[in-house]
């Protein structure tokens, strides 16, 4: 079975920390994505990766990096926690177009709390 | 850039169709149509897509109007565990810009 592995499923950091959200895929998949989802905002793309080190800005990279040194782990950090980092984070990954039908796997997210 | 829009909540009766529309006027030609499902603490599940014609899976059909600028996810006999929230998303076939919309939240009333 086709798996998304996501580190933590529930986080508490404090301000100020230095947070970091992993995620593992098993399937050989190309792309790998993080978003996050908040109530009435939906999914928005902090970063995407289409091959290990390289990686594009989505849509609300602010206070955001991403790692990616190896195929199926594609890692999130936040430099400096900040309160309005609260969030439920969303790890998916997917073959790249010509190689499938192009559907994103999701993990089962990690939710972040920041005091 | 396309834009999805769709209902924020939907009810059915358990047994019988759901029919959960998306708005997508603006959608280009080599645009696919995607539905997910989220249900309560997981993460979204991939459903169906389709580029022009009529798609039929296990899980639903996914009828698009001739025009493309609208499309329906048909549950044809929806039961208790469909209760999520059904996602519409465009992708311009390369996983690059993914295009959300904000998500129906069915509710399947026994």
């Known amino acids: 079975d086709v798996k998304v592995t996501q580190s933590s499923r529930y986080l508490v950091k404090r301000t100020g920390e230095k947070v970091f959200l992993e995620c593992v895929q098993d399937?050989?998949?190309?792309?790998m994505f993080w978003y996050r989802q908040d109530p009435g905002l939906g999914l928005r793309l902090i970063y995407f990766?289409?091959?290990?080190?390289?990686?594009e800005k989505g849509d609300i990279p602010e206070g955001y990096s991403v790692s990616r040194e190896k195929k199926e782990r594609f890692s999130l950090i936040l430099e400096s926690a900040s309160t309005n980092q609260t969030s439920m984070y969303l790890c998916?990954?997917?073959?790249?177009?010509?190689?499938?039908?192009?559907?994103?796997?999701f993990g089962e997210g990690s939710r972040l709390t920041v005091l | 850039d396309a834009k999805t829009t769709q209902p924020t909540s939907m009810d059915c009766a358990e047994g019988r169709a759901a029919n959960l529309p998306c708005n997508h006027s603006t959608i280009s030609g080599n645009e696919y149509v995607y539905w997910y499902r989220q249900i309560h603490s997981q993460g979204p599940q991939y459903i169906i897509h389709g580029l022009k014609n009529n798609e039929t899976n296990e899980m639903a059909s996914l009828i698009i109007t001739e025009d493309r600028k609208s499309s329906t996810l048909i549950l044809p006999h929806a039961t208790l565990r469909d209760t999520a929230v059904y996602y519409c998303?465009?992708?311009?076939?390369?996983?690059?810009?993914?295009?959300w919309g904000l998500g129906t939240s069915l509710a399947v009333n026994p």
């Open positions: 998916a990954s997917s073959l790249v177009w010509a190689r499938g039908t192009g559907e994103l796997f």
């Open positions: 990766s289409y091959d290990v080190k390289m990686k």
């Open positions: 399937m050989d998949h190309e792309n």
């Open positions: 998303m465009i992708n311009a076939g390369n996983n690059r810009k993914l295009i």
